[in-house]
């Protein structure tokens, strides 16, 4: 590693960053021979808990990355597939106005380190071209990406099929089950798929060609991703929103706490809560049995919302309770629901009505905080079993307390699982019953529901854009769908993220303000958006290895916000959740670490 540190007189650097009082790295980020290297993404670390910053570099491997505090320490992090991690040995102090920082790469030598850098989708592609039987694909992919992404180092490793029968067991326990028949195939279809001697010639063909793994394209390299470290080893952050306030919210569902955090101090400045427990034993109503065991989860807080008066609802899925948080006194205000079991995602209407998913028990249910009124509608089974099923379920929860029930078990996710949840422009309320494979509507003032079945499978979280189309990510699909709620027609885009047919998109949300829809890639690293009028996807890469996206949300000036909640956090490179900005490249300048550029 080479790194030259000079101090620079630019002008224009120190125009750029003496009012923000901030530091600039810059330089350019060559190979051996010199020649600078496009695409490479730069990450500086610093402060405790750390903030990262990354930038990428251009055509010619220039690099700056603005807006860093001065006088602060950072580790450096140069990283390009294809190369060797560069990693800076100490700390690099940051001078008020710009430090110049060339950087020397060099190139791997060994295939398997190579095929190591690629994104955990690319190792999933190679398991599930093994599935001859797509009704065992579908499932797998369902059951098994959507806690944490299948492909990551922790998940490939090769077992013997004891070994494997406990893990799929654990998984089991925890709501991962697979019919009988494919849990007894799958650790022979994961040894043969992840196997070094096969995987790794597959995934690196041609990786010294230069066509190999290429650089986004210059808008995406103008991007700027900001990463602040939230959480712990044992922490489960689930989903994130933006408050008005420009603050972010998220909730850690193992600790039961509710985390706040100002982007606009450098660093970010964190505050956390506690969601107060009340009577509930760990493990929430369903019992500890199917808990990891490092988890503090009593309520499980699990979505969040703002109401018209900022203040921030959240369902408490393992609670059967929603919260109300109030950021004037940092009070909570808990409303214990009236039925239905594990309420999962939320939504709130102009006034400021509260609809929600209930996930375990095929529930949907509204509360009204301006009269205390709560409504909650039974969603239709596909069958009478399943109609059954559902009806003994808490007497089921019940008998767990007392004797030992595999709860999630045998079953490859049968039950159909209220998911998604948005309100149109109109004030109707559609949800997606993601096991069914189907939408729904709710008529707000009668409760009357319609179902539709959607073209794919695994409906997951959904969003309206501003005509009132309905965008919805097929999850087990690898799609993006529009639908038309006047017409009842879906139109299907195909993820471009390659190897096609590897991405398992969770979430999505719309920016309003172009309409441009941003999708999870989950399983790839990524952020993607979708420009709704051209039908265009751009794909953004995310510096940090197992990047499990759920929600989005934007901040006001156009950022987009997602967390990290890889479930276990362990698995996630460094080992902690966190929150994540992404600074389109169509934005020009970063300025500062605050939200306000
Ligand atoms: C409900 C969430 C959830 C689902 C669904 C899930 N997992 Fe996991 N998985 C976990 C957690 C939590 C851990 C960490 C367990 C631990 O550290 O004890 C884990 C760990 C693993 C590991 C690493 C085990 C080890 O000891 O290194 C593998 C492999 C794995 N999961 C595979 C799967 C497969 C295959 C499926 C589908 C059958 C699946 N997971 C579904 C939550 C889940």
């Not at 125009?15 to 695409?39: K, N, P, R, Y």
């Not at 790469?105 to 797509?134: C, G, I, S």
């Not at 999505?508 to 303000?513: A, R, T």
């Not at 790839?524 to 996206?549: C, G, M, N, Q």
Request: with cysteine; net charge negative.
């Amino acid at each position: 590693m080479k790194i030259s540190i000079r101090t620079a007189t630019c002008l224009s650097c120190i125009l750029l960053t003496s009012a923000a009082h901030a530091a600039v790295f810059q330089g350019v980020v060559a190979d051996e021979q010199g020649t600078g290297i496009a695409g490479a993404m730069v990450t500086f670390r610093f402060g405790e808990p750390f903030q990262e910053r990354t930038v990428f570099t251009d055509d010619a491997g220039a690099y700056a990355a603005t807006g860093l505090p001065a006088g602060t320490n950072h580790l450096l992090r140069v990283r390009r597939i294809g190369w060797k991690d560069l990693i800076s040995g100490g700390h690099l102090a940051s001078e008020d106005g710009a430090t110049a920082l060339d950087l020397t790469m060099v190139r791997h030598t060994d295939p398997a380190e190579v095929a190591a850098q690629l994104p955990a989708n690319h190792w999933y592609a190679l398991l599930l071209e093994k599935f001859d039987n797509e009704y065992h694909r579908e499932q797998f992919v369902r059951q098994c990406t959507y806690c944490h992404q299948q492909g990551n180092a922790a998940t490939r490793i090769v077992r013997d099929t004891q070994e494997w029968e406990k893990v799929l067991a654990l998984m089991a326990r925890m709501g991962g089950g697979l019919d009988a028949d494919l849990a007894a195939r799958v650790p022979e279809l994961i040894n043969a798929a992840y196997d070094p001697e096969v995987a790794v010639p597959a995934l690196t063909q041609g990786w010294q060609e230069p066509g190999f793994a290429p650089p986004p394209s210059p808008e995406v390299r103008r991007s700027v991703i900001d990463e602040y470290q939230l959480g712990a080893r044992s922490s489960m952050q689930h989903d994130m929103i933006v408050h008005p306030s420009g603050h972010i919210y998220s909730v850690d569902m193992s600790s039961d706490t509710l985390f706040r955090m100002d982007p606009s101090i450098p660093g970010g400045k964190r505050e956390w809560f506690s969601i107060p427990r009340e009577e509930v034993p760990l493990g929430g109503v369903m019992g500890s049995g199917a808990l990891p065991s490092n988890t503090e989860m009593h309520v499980g807080p699990h979505s969040l919302q703002v109401d018209p008066k900022g203040r921030v609802w959240i369902t408490l899925a393992t609670g059967n309770r929603l919260a109300m948080f109030d950021p004037s006194d940092a009070s909570f205000q808990i409303e214990p629901l009236p039925a239905g079991i594990y309420p999962h995602t939320l939504r709130i209407d102009d006034r400021g009505r509260i609809w929600y998913t209930i996930a375990v028990s095929n529930h949907f249910g509204m509360y009204n905080p301006e009269n205390g009124r709560h409504e909650v509608v039974r969603l239709p089974a596909r069958s009478f079993g399943e109609e059954v099923a559902l009806r003994l379920l808490p007497f089921v929860f019940w008998l767990s307390q007392h004797v030992d029930l595999d709860l999630g078990g045998g079953e490859g996710g049968g039950l159909p699982v209220p998911y998604g949840v948005d309100i149109a422009p109109n004030g109707d309320v559609w949800f997606s019953q993601l096991n069914a494979h189907r939408i729904g509507r709710i008529d707000p003032e009668t409760l009357e529901v319609t179902m539709i079945d959607t073209p794919f499978t695994a409906p997951r979280r959904m969003r309206f854009d501003s005509k009132g189309n309905l965008w919805i990510p097929g999850f087990s699909s690898n799609l993006l769908s529009r639908f038309d709620p006047q017409t009842l027609e879906f139109k299907n885009f195909e993820l471009p993220i390659e190897p096609l047919g590897s991405e398992t998109p969770y979430s999505l949300n719309v920016d309003l303000s172009t309409d441009t829809v941003w999708i999870c890639g989950t399983n790839s690293d990524t952020l993607i958006s979708f420009d709704s009028a051209a039908e265009e996807f751009t794909v953004y890469p995310l510096p940090t290895r197992s990047t499990y996206t759920r929600d989005i949300d934007f901040d006001r000036d156009g950022a987009v916000w997602t967390s990290n909640s890889n479930a276990p956090a362990w698995q996630i490179e460094t080992g902690v959740p966190r929150v994540l900005r992404l600074i389109p490249g169509r934005h020009q300048d970063p300025g500062t670490t605050s939200s306000t550029r």
